[in-house]
């Protein structure tokens, strides 16, 4: 008998953050007898008078929100990084170290209809959200207490969204966070070898395996990477080696939102709901510099793993071991591949 | 205005895996109105009929359990890992690196009493675990192709524990997991450096700070680690420098029982619900070579936040930039502290 991939427990290395992961191809024949999560599936109005995200409606901190269409920024009421937080730490020897962080925390609408996701929206509609990340990543990274704009979005509830209305949002800091810090050190290792960038190299070994492919347009590529930790995890990728969105021409903004849409739409088709995910991009820091090795990429982790009520939990030994999956990247991507191009809704 | 660690958002260092945190003590204000979680407030039967760990019952495979009394130890009938897997892997450029993974997974029963739990439990009793663990850590340690033995606890299905009957795992592996890797590295470094072991310095200085700790007796504390990321993420370290629980005394034995009572007891009393959380002993590995570098200690990440219904989401931010906490590890640890010693139902 010799090694398969397909069928035995193995693991794989993650080039990109330089961890390793566990994968037990078998373990999805488990029977499960744990928890399950509520489907989601309630249809929801287009305004809520109960939302704080829908236009005219108040806030928590008692703001008014105006009577915006498409897009809407403002500053979290509740930020978790400030401006006004002075220097300083705690540098007690080498176990008690700390220092300050500050940064911008904000939310952004996506729409002022409160019943739509990503995947229902129209690509016009997507691209001003794509606008929106441009212009909050330019008037972000121009400040000079800004070294990292992450934008992120948090879908469904068990991904701890606290508001169904279509918003994501954007944590950008002083400091470098830790995943950004860990890529930019294996990205910056590989294009000083290789003079590309590590995600053209990977995204053109794709391309050619077409194994772990999903789909693609003429500037992006999604796909299950061959390191995916979470069952359905995925990675849109550009063709074209680009250090940060705005770099991206007004075609490839279009063809950023025509991807978005259609791996969203794979995600609800998947088990006919609206799939949870957090997601976000990942691009060059706003540090100043120069950084030919970012390549301008976009993660999803979802949880659901068997359907739409039962998730991968990772806790015990992904916790204090590795991070462990039970289906292969190979099949995970085959039956997303597999599915039909239409949202499930529109049938 | 001075930097001030209790109220301003701040990085902390976590020196036993290398990375950084983020601390936000000023967000738990925030209201929440995102998912709710069932609390655990239930009665269960000693005996459960259905229950495939309790004694005498079938198991999924077919196998019947005995008619055992205290602990039980069987290999999982879902294993992630196995014996028999092949050598071998993928070695298709820097970009696509796999590797075999071989290893022995079981499962131990923690009493014949489903209805039971560790804070539940006797100390008496749970010292039968703790024997078990070290039988266990003997056996598969001597295998020349098991090089570490993660024993581990997932409590409560927000857990990921598919059975309330109290039960824990051992995941045991060829290679050494991700986690204790990153831990034998950094313990490494400082024991070169110091010639004392890490947590050694660490539990004394805690020890003396007290504004962390929890309890303690004779021969282990318990305490929230200064760069704690869950909400009620706990330690129970060895006041002793020993690389593993072969090395504990009867006396020890006991007394680890004791702390790891005397903290499930806490948690419970926090919310006065069953607390779930993740734990697990980190000791040396098992591949022959001396370390004394690693001293034995035991993580647990709980999800809970606010309430038994209320849990900490580690996602968007935490997923793609930096691991994030609401209320500071002083806060938590006051919190803790502060409860009755004794559990709540027995009030
Ligand atoms: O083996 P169990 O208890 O069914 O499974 C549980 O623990 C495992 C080890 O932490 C995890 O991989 C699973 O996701 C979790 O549901
Ligand atoms: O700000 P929100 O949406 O209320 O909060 C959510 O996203 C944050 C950033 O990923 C997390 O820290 C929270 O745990 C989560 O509930």
């Known amino acids: 008998m010799s090694f398969n991939i397909e069928d035995h427990p193995h693991k794989r290395y993650n080039p990109l953050n330089g961890d390793w992961i ?21 249809e929801r ?8 995200l829908c ?21 979290n009421d509740f930020s978790a990084l400030l401006t006004d937080t002075p220097e300083g730490g705690i540098d007690d020897g080498e176990l008690f170290q700390a220092q300050s962080e500050s940064g911008i925390c904000k939310v952004i609408c996506f729409s002022e209809d409160h019943s739509l996701t990503i995947p229902e929206m ?24 800004i070294n990292y704009v992450q934008i ?20 950008s800091s002083k400091g470098i966070p830790t ?4 890529e930019s050190k294996t990205q910056k290792a590989y294009f000083e070898k290789h003079g590309k960038t590590m995600l053209f190299d990977y995204v053109n070994a794709e391309l050619e395996k077409k194994e772990r492919l999903l789909d693609q347009n003429d500037s992006f590529v999604a796909l299950i990477p061959f390191w995916a930790v979470w069952p359905f995890e995925a990675m849109i990728i550009s063709k074209r080696p680009v250090q940060n969105i705005l770099e ?49 990429h976009m993660h999803f982790y979802p949880p659901l793993l068997r359907s739409a009520s039962v998730k991968k939990f990772m806790v015990g030994y992904e916790m204090l071991g590795t991070p462990q999956r039970d289906i292969t990247a190979e099949g995970a991507a085959k039956r997303l591949r597999d599915l039909p191009k239409t949202h499930f809704k529109k049938n």
Chains 1, 2 share one sequence.
């Open 22 to 42: 566990l994968v037990s191809p078998h373990r999805a024949k488990r029977p499960w007898q744990g928890q399950v999560e509520k489907p989601v599936l309630e």
């Open 45 to 52: 109005p287009k305004y809520d008078p109960g939302c704080y």
């Open 55 to 75: 236009a005219g409606n108040e806030r928590a901190g008692g703001k008014v929100n105006p009577d915006y269409k498409g897009t809407f920024v403002f500053t």
């Open 122 to 145: 129209e690509v016009t509609d997507i691209r001003k959200v794509v606008d929106l990340w441009c212009e909050q990543y330019t008037e972000l990274g121009e400040n000079p207490d």
């Open 152 to 171: 992120f979005e948090n879908k469904g509830a068990i991904m701890g969204c606290s508001n169904p209305h279509p918003h994501g949002q954007i944590w």
């Open 179 to 182: 995943e950004p810090a860990k």
């Open 248 to 296: 991206l021409t007004e075609a490839e903004r279009t063809d950023l939102a025509d991807i978005y849409k259609k791996l969203t739409v794979m995600y609800d088709n998947l088990f006919e709901t609206s799939f949870a995910y957090s997601a976000g991009l990942h691009q060059a820091p706003t540090d100043g510099e120069d950084h030919p090795e970012w390549h301008l």
